[in-house]
Nanobody, 120 residues
Framework: QVQLVESGGGLVQTGGSLRLSCAAS????????VGWFRQAPGKEHEFVAA????????YYTTSVKGRFTISRDNAKNTVYLQMNTLKPEDTAVYYC?????????????WGQGTQVTVSS
């Protein structure tokens, strides 16, 4: 049974930074991808970023390019999301998901989410 556990959320002022972590257990990922998604109140679930386990290729939604960086530590089976220059519109619950097929495919496993709040 795969488990994903997010951590690192919190309250930060506009322009600040946070680093989210997604630790995976129950399976060592060698293929597929891990992605970060977010959902703000009253809004749809939104793709933020993803990274391929096999070659480290990264993908970002336009609104976070240049501000967010996704990375992975294969030895720790952990994916990180470094978020810089945060804006109030980044406020949301952030979820990590693992896809066995690739970043654009179905996400098979999900974490419980971590709240990110950016104050203006």
């Amino acid at each position: 049974q795969v488990q994903l556990v997010e951590s690192g959320g919190g309250l930060v002022q506009t322009g600040g930074s946070l680093r989210l972590s997604c630790a995976a257990s129950g399976r060592t990922f060698t293929s597929g991808a891990v992605g970060w998604f977010r959902q703000a109140p009253g809004k749809e679930h939104e793709f933020v970023a993803a990274i391929s386990w096999s070659n480290g290729s990264t993908y970002y939604t336009t609104s976070v390019k240049g501000r967010f960086t996704i990375s992975r530590d294969n030895a720790k089976n952990t994916v990180y999301l470094q978020m810089n220059t945060l804006k109030p519109e980044d406020t949301a619950v952030y979820y990590c998901g693992a896809s066995l097929t690739g970043w654009a495919g179905r996400y098979d496993y999900w974490g419980q989410g971590t709240q990110v709040t950016v104050s203006s």
